[in-house]
């Protein structure tokens, strides 16, 4: 695949306009990925994966560095500040640039890359064997509609929901459901995890609305709403037997208010 092509993936994959040339955001998604991409996978396999990709963008993978192991949210963090843009858009771009990236390695390097990266990359990755991932977007969209409230506010009750249920369940259940959700929304269960040190914290369903009520500083009545509108949204984006292993730990009542 010539240095056209590459970008031209890119360009599709992250719906930049048509026009003359290459994107120059493009160029700033597929730069800033392939040098993140190379702090963080070992130098022989970077070396491996430049001398396959067009001469162009070859040396921005390269590095003499060894890897530095850091985890997907860290890396979409990197992106994004070398690209200058929020993590979610970060995010989409890290995905075309790999889409592109699968398209023009060998399969055999292509396996060796996903072999390095932990599972959570899995998120980011166009192909290969992982669990498939809720879209950022989707999930947004449906938490606004079934709250009845709008994209911005849907982003708060979705954040405070999330990190009091990553105190509510069990370490191993959160890192089950990290798995599952895009990295966008993996800060705030990170948060709720570490606050009970990753052994659940007991709490009846008034508690968890409360807590969440706290933290959007919302009332109570709007605050289960907001509580039903995410974890529903939250079952149907990764699947009913999915979201029973997750909240195996929780008793019925917080069950019924899904219905």
Known sequence: MDYETFLTVVDQVIGTEDGPGPDPRAIRATRATLQTLGERIDRGQARRLAAELPPEIAPWIATPTPAEGFDVDEFVDRVAAREGVDPITASRHVAAVFTALAQAISDREYAGLVAELPRRFAALLPRGPHVPVVDPDTFRRQVAARAGIGLDAADRATDAVLEVLGQRIAGGEVDDLIERLPVTLHPPLKRGRAEVRGEPKPME?????RA??????VGIVEAALHVRA?????????????????????????????R
Do not use: H, K, N, W
């Open 230 to 258: 995410v974890l529903t949204v939250l079952r149907d984006m990764v699947g009913e037997d999915e979201f029973r292993d997750i909240t195996v730990q929780l008793p019925d009542d917080y069950l019924a208010i899904l």
């Open 205 to 209: 369903l008034g508690e968890f609305i």
């Open 212 to 217: 969440v009520a706290d933290r959007e500083r």
